[in-house]
């Protein structure tokens, strides 16, 4: 006489883990790091100035400078002239410099009434505009001359 387990056959308990699980959110981890990964690199770069440093040397070459004015306007100084320019228009104007004289440097100078976001943006255009490395210009702070030791 069979009881009720007579027609059921008993499961074995399973001896082996399942990985194909832990396969899947690890994939999905691996999507989710690649995906931010891209983000977390984006940026400006910017040579930050020192407290003190030494000036730059520009006797080889006149550096383009690219400014910002209290007001937010944009202008480029290439020697003794200043030209109003449009954000829009001011990464165009620069490599076109560029391309003429190669190894000039590119300078960006801030009014301190400027907004921070406004200097930011025009660095990112430059950036973008294909400029490799783009300098800060600033003063030393007040009673502390560009020759001075002290640091």
């Known amino acids: 006489m069979g009881g009720p387990y007579s027609r059921h056959h008993r499961r074995k308990p399973m001896g082996e883990i399942n990985v194909v699980p832990f396969i899947d959110v690890m994939l999905v981890l691996l999507v989710i790091f690649m ?7 984006q940026g400006v770069q910017v040579d930050l100035p ?3 440093s030494e000036p730059i040397d520009t006797e080889e070459q006149e ?3 690219v400014s910002v004015d209290s007001q937010g306007e944009y202008y480029i100084s290439l020697g ?4 109003p320019v449009t954000l829009q228009t001011v990464g165009d104007q620069v490599v076109a ?8 440097p590119v300078m960006v100078r801030g009014d301190k009434n400027a907004s921070y976001g ?3 943006t025009l660095m990112s ?6 400029v490799a490395n783009v300098g800060l210009i600033s003063e030393p ?3 502390e001359s560009s020759s001075t030791g002290k640091g």
């Open 35 to 41: 995906i931010t990964a891209p983000m977390l690199t």
């Open 50 to 52: 020192q407290v003190t």
């Open 63 to 65: 550096p383009i400078i």
């Open 80 to 83: 003794e002239q200043d030209k």
């Open 97 to 104: 410099i560029l391309e003429r004289k190669p190894n000039t």
């Open 118 to 120: 406004q200097v930011v």
């Open 125 to 130: 255009t430059l950036q973008m505009a294909g």
């Open 141 to 143: 702070p007040q009673g």
